[in-house]
C-alpha cells in the first residue's frame, strides 16, 4: 500500500510541467497537418471533382449555364483534404489555420465563381484513375443539375439558376 | 476444449439440418452463405450456439423490395476457433413480415431483433420483450424509417405517447434512476436501478437518444469512398477502426486486393489507436472511483500519443486514412522514427504508472469481485473484447478472424479468469504493452510497394462482405451487401458496446449502488458508437423548460434558419464575409479565366 502511494508520488512529481503556453505562445502544427480549406480561383478548371467527393456535403457546386459556381461551407468541414486529393490542378489546399471559431457560421462560407466555356471545357474534365472515383454525374453533386433523389427530395437544396454574374458578386460587395 | 476441426462443424450441420439448408456457398474465402427457410431459423441457431459452440454476432434486416421484391433477415454467427464466420439468410415476404425470434434459445439476439422491428418492420415471433428500442418516443407507430421508401432526410411528425412503458419494478424496490443524461461519462443513456435497500436487484435500459441516420445515409445518399469518412466519425475514440472495417468488408465483398504495405499501416495506426484507447480508459476508471491522479496521469502519459498521431497522419483523431484498396498516405522514415521515439518513452511512463496501481490496495479494493460476469453469462451474451478475455473467453477478431496484416504480427490474446473489474484491468494494461510490441513489429517488417490498389472496373452488385476489427472495446462489426449506385445496397455495423451494454443487467444484479458506476464503467462504453441509426431526439423531461413539442420546433426552426441544412428552405440572399475568408477579387478580366488557358491538347 505504502509503495503505491511512494510510486504514484514520485510519478506525479517527475512529470513536470506538461501544459502549453497556447495561446499566449503561438501553437505549431505537425507538416501534414490538415487545416481550414483554401481554394483558388485562378487555378480552377470547374470540374467538380471536389464536390463530388466531399463526404460531409461541405462543396457544393451549381451549374449555373455560362459559370460554375462552387460554394465551400467550411462549418461542415471534416477537414480529411479528399478534394486536395482528387484536384488535378491543386486548385484546393489544406492549410496550417485551425483557429476557426466564429459566432457566426457564415463567416466560414466563401464561393469562387468559374466561367466555363461551352467546348474548350472538354477533354479537361475531372477523371480519377480509380473506378469509384469517377464524377459519373457532372455538375450537380450525385446528380444532374436539378435532378431530384428517388424520394423527390433535392441533396442538398434545389438548384436555382441565377441572375448574372455581374450582379450576384456586387451583392457580395456591398457587404 | 471444443474438437471441431475446419469442416467437421458444416458436416455436422449438414447431418442435422439436411432438408433447411440451401444454396450452400462460399463466395468470399472463410465467409459460408446459407439460405434457410424462417421456420427453420431457431433449430439452427440453436443447433449452431449450444452444440457448435458458434458466437453469435449480428443480425441484419435488409429492404430488397426493388431487387427480389421481398425482404431478406440473415443471422450472422462466428467461429472463432475454425475462423469462419456463417450467414445464414431468410427471405421474408413483404406481405407477411414476420420472422420466429431466435432470442428465447439465443438471448444474445436481444436487440438486434428489436432493432430489426423498429427500423425495418421485421417482426419477430415470440420475443419475450415487444417494447420499442431505438426509435424515439414520440414517433409514428407504423413508420419504419430504413425502409428504402423513406429519404434520409425525411422529417415524420410527432406521434406522442408511443414511448415504451418502463419495466415494472419488483415489489417492495425503490426506483433509482442513472441517466438519461450517465453522469460518469458524459454520455446519454438512462439506467433504471431497481433497489433493495443498497443493492441492485434488476434493472431496465433505455437509451439510443443520440442516433444519428448512418446506416441509412451509408446505403442512399454517400458512395463507397465517403462512407470511411462518416464511419470514422461513429466513434470519438475508435474511429479508425470502423474506417478500417467498412473498407475491409467492402473489399472482401468485391474481391479488391489491397497492398501489403496498406495493410502493415492500418495495423499500425489499429494498434496506435489501442495505445491511447487503453489508456484513456485506466485513466477514467481512476477517474470512476474518484481516484483521480491516475486520470491525470495517464492522460498525460497519453497525450503525446496523440500529438504523435496528428504528426502522423495529419488529425489528431480522425486520420482520415483508409480508402477502399488501402491508405491514402504513406509512412515515411521520419514518421517511424517519431513512433519509436514516443512509444519508448510511452512504455517507460505507462510502466510506471501501471506497476504503481497494480500494487495499489485502494483500487483493488474498489475493483475486486465488482460487476462480475461469469464465463458462462459471458458466452450466453456473446460479449466482446476486454469484457470477455476478463471472463476468460479467449477471443479476439485479431487472431480468431485475421484482418489487415495480424497474421503476419502474430497476436498474443491476453486472457483472465477473475471476471470482475479488476480483471478487465488487467487484461487492458496487458494488451496496451502488447500493442506497444506490435506497432514495433510492424514498423520493422513493413514492406515496400504501394499503398493504394488500383481499381480500374465499377464495384459489382449483390456481393456481401462481412469483417470484424478487434477495437479498444471489442470486436466491431461490418456487414456490406454491395449496390449498383456506387454505394453499398445495405451497410449494417454494430459497435463493440452494442453487444456488452446487454450484458449489464446482469452484471450489476447484486452489486451495491455506489460500485454499479464502475462496473459499468469497467466494459468501457461507448454510448455515442452504438447509437447511429435514426435522426430526431427526445426531451427528456427533467428540466421542464420546454416541452418536447417546442424543443422540436426550435430545432426545426434553426434548421430552416440555415438552408444548407435543410432541403426545404430557400437560399439566403445576404452573406456575411469576415476578415480570415478568401476576398474574391472583383469581378471581370482576370477574375474569368482565360479562354485560352485550357484548350484542349490539339
Known amino acids: 500500500m505504502f509503495k503505491a502511494k511512494l510510486k504514484e508520488a514520485v510519478l506525479c512529481l517527475s512529470a513536470g510541467r506538461v501544459t502549453l503556453k497556447y495561446p499566449f505562445a503561438p501553437s505549431d502544427v505537425p507538416p501534414k497537418f490538415r487545416g481550414r480549406i483554401m481554394f483558388d480561383a485562378h487555378k480552377c478548371i470547374g470540374c467538380g471533382g471536389c464536390a463530388n467527393v466531399c463526404p460531409p456535403r461541405c462543396i457544393v457546386m451549381e451549374d449555373m449555364g455560362e459559370v460554375t459556381r462552387i460554394t465551400f461551407y467550411l462549418e461542415r468541414c471534416i477537414q480529411c483534404a479528399r478534394c486536395h486529393e482528387v484536384c488535378p490542378e491543386d486548385a484546393v ?83 | 476444449m471444443r474438437q471441431h476441426q475446419q469442416q467437421e462443424f458444416l458436416l455436422d450441420l449438414w447431418t442435422h439440418f439436411p432438408d433447411v439448408l440451401e444454396n450452400f456457398q462460399e463466395q468470399v474465402k472463410d465467409q459460408l452463405l446459407a439460405t434457410i427457410p424462417r421456420e427453420a431459423l431457431p433449430a439452427v441457431a440453436k443447433h449452431a450456439v449450444k452444440q457448435l459452440g458458434a458466437r453469435f454476432v449480428i443480425s441484419v434486416a435488409t429492404d430488397m423490395r426493388e431487387k427480389d421484391g421481398d425482404y431478406a433477415v440473415s443471422y450472422i454467427f462466428a467461429f ?77 411528425p410527432s406521434e406522442p405517447g408511443n414511448a415504451p412503458p418502463p419495466k415494472p419494478a419488483p415489489e417492495g424496490t425503490t426506483v433509482v434512476p442513472l441517466g438519461p443524461f450517465y453522469p460518469i461519462l458524459e454520455e446519454p443513456a438512462c439506467f433504471r436501478l431497481f433497489m433493495d435497500g443498497e443493492r441492485v436487484v434488476g434493472s431496465d435500459y433505455r437509451g439510443f437518444y443520440n442516433h444519428r441516420a448512418i446506416e441509412k445515409l451509408g446505403d442512399s445518399e454517400l458512395n463507397y469512398n465517403q462512407i470511411p469518412f462518416v464511419a470514422q466519425q461513429i466513434c470519438g475514440i475508435c474511429g479508425q477502426v470502423h474506417s478500417c472495417a467498412y473498407c475491409q468488408a467492402v473489399e472482401d465483398a468485391c474481391g479488391i486486393e489491397t497492398p501489403m504495405r496498406a495493410k502493415y499501416i492500418r495495423s499500425l495506426l489499429l494498434e496506435l489507436e489501442r495505445i491511447h484507447s487503453h489508456i ?68 517507460v511512463e505507462a510502466k510506471a504508472l501501471t506497476d504503481a496501481a497494480v500494487i495499489d490496495t485502494t483500487l483493488m479494493a474498489r475493483l475486486k469481485n465488482v460487476g462480475v460476469l461469469t464465463e458462462e453469462n459471458a458466452r450466453a451474451l456473446a460479449v466482446v473484447g476486454p469484457v470477455a478475455r476478463g471472463s476468460n473467453v479467449s477471443i479476439d477478431a485479431r487472431v ?69 476489427v478487434e477495437a479498444a472495446r471489442g ?59 435514426e435522426t430526431l431526439d427526445v426531451n427528456t423531461n427533467q428540466v421542464r423548460i420546454y416541452t418536447s413539442e417546442e424543443l422540436q420546433e426550435l430545432s426545426r426552426r434553426k434548421n430552416a434558419a440555415n438552408p444548407h441544412y435543410s432541403c426545404h428552405s430557400e437560399r439566403p440572399t445576404a452573406r456575411r464575409r469576415s476578415h480570415f475568408v478568401k476576398k474574391l477579387p472583383p469581378y471581370g478580366g482576370e477574375f474569368l479565366r482565360s479562354e485560352t488557358k485550357n484548350l484542349p491538347p490539339m
Not at chain 1, 441533396?155 to 457587404?175: C, G
Not at chain 2, 452489486?511 to 468501457?524: F, H, N, T
Request: charged share 30%; net charge negative; proline share 7%.
Open chain 1, 93 to 175: 489546399w489544406p492549410t496550417e489555420q485551425f483557429e476557426t471559431a466564429t459566432p457566426d457560421k457564415s463567416d466560414l462560407t466563401s464561393d469562387m465563381t468559374v466561367w466555363m466555356s461551352s467546348c474548350q471545357r472538354c477533354g479537361r474534365c475531372f477523371e480519377s484513375d480509380n473506378a469509384i472515383d469517377k464524377f459519373r454525374s457532372k455538375r450537380w453533386r450525385g446528380r444532374g443539375p436539378g435532378e431530384a433523389n428517388k424520394h423527390g427530395i433535392f441533396p442538398t437544396k434545389p438548384p436555382i439558376y441565377f441572375e448574372p454574374p455581374k450582379q450576384l458578386v456586387r451583392e457580395e460587395e456591398d457587404l
Open chain 2, 80 to 156: 472463432d476457433e475454425e475462423k469462419k464466420f456463417l450467414v445464414l439468410q431468410s427471405r421474408v415476404p413483404a406481405d407477411d413480415l414476420k420472422i420466429s425470434s431466435i432470442t428465447p434459445e439465443v438471448p444474445a439476439a436481444d436487440w438486434t431483433e428489436r432493432e430489426s422491428r423498429d427500423l425495418l418492420g421485421v417482426v419477430p415471433v415470440g420475443h419475450p420483450d415487444d417494447r420499442r428500442l431505438i426509435l424515439p418516443d414520440d414517433f409514428p407507430k407504423d413508420i419504419h424509417p430504413l425502409r428504402r421508401e423513406y429519404a434520409y432526410n425525411e422529417i415524420f
Open chain 2, 280 to 347: 484513456l480508459w485506466i485513466g477514467l476508471a481512476g477517474h470512476i472511483i474518484g481516484f483521480d491522479t491516475v486520470l491525470m496521469q495517464a492522460w498525460r502519459i497519453r497525450e503525446p500519443v496523440m500529438w504523435l498521431m496528428e504528426r502522423v497522419t495529419g488529425n489528431r483523431k480522425h486520420y482520415s486514412s483508409n480508402l477502399i484498396g488501402g491508405v491514402r498516405f504513406d509512412i515515411d522514415e521520419a514518421a517511424a522514427d517519431d513512433i519509436r521515439r514516443v512509444l519508448a518513452k510511452v512504455e
Open chain 2, 400 to 468: 480468431d478472424h485475421p484482418y489487415a496484416a495480424y497474421k503476419e504480427l502474430g497476436v498474443q490474446i491476453q486472457v483472465q479468469d477473475g471476471c470482475d473489474s479488476w480483471a478487465r484491468t488487467i487484461v487492458r494494461v496487458l494488451e496496451l504493452f502488447e500493442s506497444i510490441r506490435l506497432v514495433r513489429k510492424a514498423l520493422d517488417d513493413i514492406p515496400g510497394g504501394p499503398v493504394m490498389a488500383k481499381i480500374d472496373h465499377d464495384l459489382p452488385y449483390g456481393k456481401t462482405g462481412l469483417c470484424s
Open chain 2, 475 to 533: 470486436e466491431a462489426f461490418h456487414y456490406v451487401l454491395s449496390g449498383d449506385e456506387n454505394r453499398p445496397y445495405r451497410w449494417r455495423l454494430r459497435a463493440p458496446t452494442f453487444q456488452n451494454l446487454q450484458a449489464v443487467a446482469c452484471m450489476i444484479e447484486g452489486e451495491q449502488l455506489a460500485d454499479v458506476p464502475i462496473s459499468i464503467g469497467s466494459y468501457d462504453p461507448c454510448f455515442s458508437c452504438t447509437e447511429r441509426v
